[in-house]
């Protein structure tokens, strides 16, 4: 398996990573005490997150890739 590692203080190389962790500040702002948090609360941002169409995935959802069947005859 070929691994990629960004370089440190370069976020521009770790899109995705960073266009999430912006989706997620919608929901907890910067500086938000998460000993605040419920569980609950973080499950339903993480719904949220999970069933919103993706760019980068086609403009699907990430439940809609995870949750696909491989191609038949495939090796996953």
Known sequence: MELYF????RPYQRGTNENTNGLICQ????????RDISHYQVREMEK??????RACLGFRTSAEVFFEEPPPGSCI
Not at 6 to 9: E, K, L, Q, V
Not at 27 to 34: H, I, R
């Open 6 to 9: 960004a370089d440190p203080g």
């Open 27 to 34: 929901y907890f702002p910067k500086g938000t005490d998460f």
């Open 48 to 53: 949220l997150l999970n069933i919103r169409p």
